[in-house]
């Protein structure tokens, strides 16, 4: 009777810990899919004539959260619903701090390294506000360099320029 109790309990642990494991990619991706979704469709705008109005609610559509947009559709409350805003779940910071309490939870058992990367990453997403605006493009606000460096940081390059 013991030997049950002990693996349903250890199936239970490991259950918890696929579900974690599972989230914590899930969220991990979204921010890089958001933030490429972001830069791709930015860069685009610059090569093709558009009405300001239209331009990037499709983006929000995307999500899947056009419902939830309730500001006036201008690219600053655009950018800032799919970067920044807490109250959206697809958004890069609501998906930062979820994959952030799941990672807590692997703490043990995720790689020294993958947890540096992450707390790396949130560290500089939160203090995305100091950084620099002579790395910006001429049609890029400072929420584009929060989704230029979360590019960077998935491929390896550490953010630290290489640009010039």
Known sequence: ??????????????????????????Y?????????????NSDLLLDIP???????????QITGHLNDFKKKNTKENVFYFLIQDEKNPSSIKF?????????????????????????????DFNNAAAVSYTHLRAHETSLHLVCRHVLE????GGGGGGGG
């Open 1 to 26: 009777m013991v030997e049950v109790k002990t693996l349903g309990l250890l199936i239970k642990m490991l259950s918890s810990t696929a579900e974690k494991t599972y989230w914590l990619s899930r």
């Open 28 to 40: 991990i991706e979204r921010i890089e899919n958001t933030s490429r979704l972001i830069i791709v």
């Open 50 to 60: 558009h009405d300001e109005s239209d331009d990037l609610k499709h983006l929000i």
């Open 95 to 123: 998906s930062i701090e979820m994959a952030k309490m799941n990672s807590r939870y692997l703490l043990t058992m995720l790689p020294k390294s993958a947890w540096e990367q992450f707390n790396n990453l949130y560290s």
């Open 153 to 156: 940081k998935k491929r390896g």
